[in-house]
């Protein structure tokens, strides 16, 4: 009799301690879920905001006064933009840089994306 309450409780506790691994779990997907729509919200706003001030501020005298010819602007451009072809003439290259995408942020690596998850766990409450 005493033996099967303390089976019962048993499997009680283990029922439980599943559920609250899956809520944990759960949690867990939510936050990194979170975490990547925010993070493509600030990326999608800072690439607008990277596009205008590019569409506004490459013409060939900002060129020049940065880099000083051609030659060394295309040098430049193909260390960032290695895949882009820039033509052989400032038309042809300033064509070219027009759509290229401004350069992104860094992704986060894992180690960081976890550590945010962690954070966020730990302002909601879980001890991890």
């Known amino acids: 009799m005493v033996l099967s309450k303390l089976k019962k409780i048993r499997d009680e506790l ?3 301690a599943k559920a609250y691994d899956e809520a944990f779990k759960n949690t867990a997907l939510i ?4 975490l990547m729509n925010q993070q493509q919200k600030i990326n ?6 990277n596009r205008k001030l590019l569409s506004q501020s490459f013409d060939k005298e900002y060129f020049l006064d940065k880099y000083g010819s051609l030659k060394k ?4 451009y193909k260390k960032v933009y290695p895949q882009a072809k820039y033509g052989r003439s400032w038309q042809d290259f300033l064509e070219a840089v027009q759509y290229l995408q401004p350069i992104e942020n ?3 690596t894992l180690e ?6 962690e954070d ?3 302002t909601m409450g879980h001890n991890l």
């Open 73 to 76: 602007t295309k040098e430049e």
């Open 112 to 117: 960081q994306r976890i550590s945010r998850i």
């Open 14 to 16: 283990e029922e439980s």
């Open 31 to 34: 936050a990194a879920e979170s």
């Open 120 to 122: 966020i766990l730990r």
């Open 44 to 49: 999608a706003k800072s690439s607008e905001a």
């Open 106 to 108: 860094s992704p986060l």
